[in-house]
């Protein structure tokens, strides 16, 4: 049997297809829907918005009220400038409130649902109902060719539209149904793909290291945790893997293979005068009484055992005080690697901005085809910086398809 072509009357037309019913795609079809343009969104899984769901331990954490543009990391840095400034994280806002979904700020401007990410998912559909998009879940593409329009094959049967938006995200989390797919279809069509990896995500540790992490597994410590010019005062959190917590993801995104992180775990505390004035004022207590009214008894505990000189205070030379200060102030660790894709929150790399306008989203040397959201190098943030390049990505697309 032959492939329908373009001028067969069997093959459903629309004006936009649009492939992945989260984030940006659903933004760029609604935008899109809202021009009077015929939209089709096309999901490979058997509901919309699932990565959505999962967010925010399902309670959504759908922007941050100080997601600027310099907070994202690109290889083409400027790229993401226009979108975000067209579509800021309060227009976003404006829309949940329309939609009566009760939210609160968590902390560093991070914004949740005081209900379900359900509701943001509702939302979104209910949206792409009034702009009158039709969205089929389970339709698997096959293969995609272009004539003069795009012929989208799948598993159900072809569609043709005059544009196409690709929102199918990166590689993270693949048991949600990541692929590489926006990949693939880009160097299709010529566009260049920046190499990825994973970004937010756990360390891993091997040998001594393991061994130390895994007898604190569950054990949470404030800090400020650097790498690569890159720092970030948040929780880290010992695994049976090796680091986690939000720290240790946001410095994830900027750790290169071999590289050690740096980690302050009393950021804002003159941990070496505080010492002298424990030596005098308590001689006999021991260095893992005194820095246990600082950090957890257990991981104090562990140093003390591993690395630190657990004696009388008396006994600490001014020399053996600065070791410990430092110990603490800049522990420093070398990761063995990361997680990978399998816990990644996002994919750092993509298809590269150079090829698309900054202001439609377009690849620049095949008109008509545009990418959005996580597929492209544009990466965030913990902490809903992700879902507001969609947001805005998807908009700003949504403009012009």
Known sequence: MTSPHHGDPAVERYDVVV???GAAGLMCAIEAGKRGRRVLVLEHANQAGKKILISGGGRCNFTNLYATPDSYQSQNKPFCVSALSRYTPQEFIALV?????AYHEKKLGQLFCNGSAKEIVRMLLDE????RVTVRLQHTITAIRRVNDFLIETNVEPV????????????????MGATGFAYAVARQFGV??????????????????????RSLAGVSIPCVASCMGASFMENLLFTHKGLSGPAILQVSSHWQEGERVHIDLLPGVDLLAHLKEQRDARPKADLQTVLSALLPRSF????CETSLPNRAMAELSQQSLTAVAHALKDWSVTPDGTEGYRTAEVTLGGVDTTGLSSKTMEAVETPGLFFIGEAVDVTGPLGGYNFQWAWASGYCAGQYV
């Open 97 to 101: 409130e329309k939609h009566r979904i």
């Open 160 to 175: 043709a539209a005059d544009r196409l938006a690709v929102a199918t995200g990166g590689l993270s989390i693949p048991q």
């Open 192 to 213: 260049n793909v920046v190499p990825t990896r994973p970004g937010l995500v756990p360390f891993t540790a091997s040998g001594r290291d393991l061994e130390f992490c």
């Open 128 to 131: 792409a109902e009034a702009a």
């Open 19 to 21: 492939i992945g019913a």
């Open 300 to 303: 104090v505990k562990a140093m």
